[in-house]
């Protein structure tokens, strides 16, 4: 279906530009509609890690994934990072 589709364009893309962020939150997404949240938030962990200092989507995406898994407290660790970042 639709979600083995987006897993194979994923997967070039990651192989094309592994160090590309916005290819780390599509695997982020994947891994999610497949179930599998643990790779969810390993991917947008390493989407953060490709973009430090950029505290826009990787940055609410994972302060996101937190929330969703029943952990505000590092939700707000990410967007407090962020808003200091980048007031």
Same mark, same amino acid.
């Given at each position: 279906g639709r979600l083995d589709e987006a897993?194979?364009?994923v997967a070039r893309a990651l192989r094309l530009r592994p160090h590309?962020?916005?290819a780390r939150l599509a695997e982020a997404?994947?891994?999610d509609r497949s179930?599998?949240?643990? *790779?969810a938030m390993r991917a947008i962990d390493r989407s953060v890690r490709l973009c430090p200092t950029d505290f826009?989507?990787?940055w609410r995406v994972? *302060?996101?994934g937190h929330l969703s898994r029943g952990d505000p407290e590092? *939700?707000?660790l990410d967007v407090t990072a962020a808003v200091r970042a980048s007031p």
């Open positions: 897993r194979i364009d590309d962020p916005m997404h994947v891994s179930g599998d949240g643990d *790779a826009g989507t990787p994972r *302060a996101a590092r *939700a707000l």
